[in-house]
T-cell receptor, first 112, second 111 residues
Framework: SQQGEEDPQALSIQEGENATMNCSYK?????LQWYRQNSGRGLVHLIL?????REKHSGRLRVTLDTSKKSSSLLITASRAADTASYFC????????????FGEGTQLTVNP | KAGVTQTPRYLIKTRGQQVTLSCSPI?????VSWYQQTPGQGLQFLFEYFSETQRNKGNFPGRFSGRQFSNSRSEMNVSTLELGDSALYLC??????????FGPGTRLTVT
């Protein structure tokens, strides 16, 4: 079963716009990771944020984490058609080794 | 560094058969995890191996098994295949507690 939920399930925007995806989870975590998946292929790791961090940036990506609300958001700025993909958040609990629990994903479509 | 590799990439099997999938992790990574992805259930954790020992196991029947070799390469086996086992099987490698790096997956179709 999934640890949490992602919102929205689908998002369609124009190139150049920003895209924001949200993720909620249920239990305390060690870290939270965001992944991208293109058309049923392998997952690409985007960014990892630890439970003691509140915000992290990587290129056009900005991730925030609010452990009091058990939620995270992923912001993609100045989106491109190549950003079209499914985006998943995944949580790592403190005692779970390397076991990730995934959200249901957000399907992002960026229209040229 | 070479990424995670999985073989085969595509597989078609008949109900009742068994299948073995292989995963080679990134050099130096000792943790290998397996996930099943289906449209209905999403991404679900199967099991994790670390230094040839199963460290975590998800809620899958005993027909799903795995192992890890001394060079960290891992295999998973599914016996007595069912139609519902049709899925994308993903392998990931990592240092414990860090980012996981996924392979391209094996697409299994059971007919």
């Amino acid at each position: 079963s999934q640890q949490g939920e992602e919102d929205p399930q689908a998002l369609s925007i124009q190139e150049g716009e920003n895209a924001t995806m949200n993720c909620s989870y249920k239990t305390s975590i060690n870290n939270l990771q965001w992944y991208r998946q293109n058309s049923g292929r392998g997952l690409v790791h985007l960014i990892l944020i630890r439970s003691n961090e509140r915000e992290k940036h990587s290129g056009r990506l900005r991730v925030t984490l609010d452990t009091s609300k058990k939620s995270s958001s992923l912001l993609i700025t100045a989106s491109r058609a190549a950003d079209t993909a499914s985006y998943f958040c995944a949580t790592l609990q403190e005692t779970s080794g390397s076991r990730l629990t995934f959200g249901e994903g957000t399907q992002l479509t960026v229209n040229p | 560094k070479a990424g995670v590799t999985q073989t085969p990439r595509y597989l078609i099997k008949t109900r009742g058969q068994q299948v073995t999938l292989s995963c080679s992790p990134i050099s130096g990574h000792r943790s290998v995890s397996w996930y099943q992805q289906t449209p209905g259930q999403g991404l679900q954790f199967l099991f994790e191996y670390f230094s040839e020992t199963q460290r975590n196991k998800g809620n899958f029947p005993g027909r799903f098994s795995g192992r890890q070799f001394s060079n960290s390469r891992s295999e998973m086996n599914v016996s007595t295949l069912e139609l519902g086992d049709s899925a994308l099987y993903l392998c990931a490698s990592s240092w414990t507690g860090s980012a996981q790096y996924f392979g391209p997956g094996t697409r299994l179709t059971v007919t």
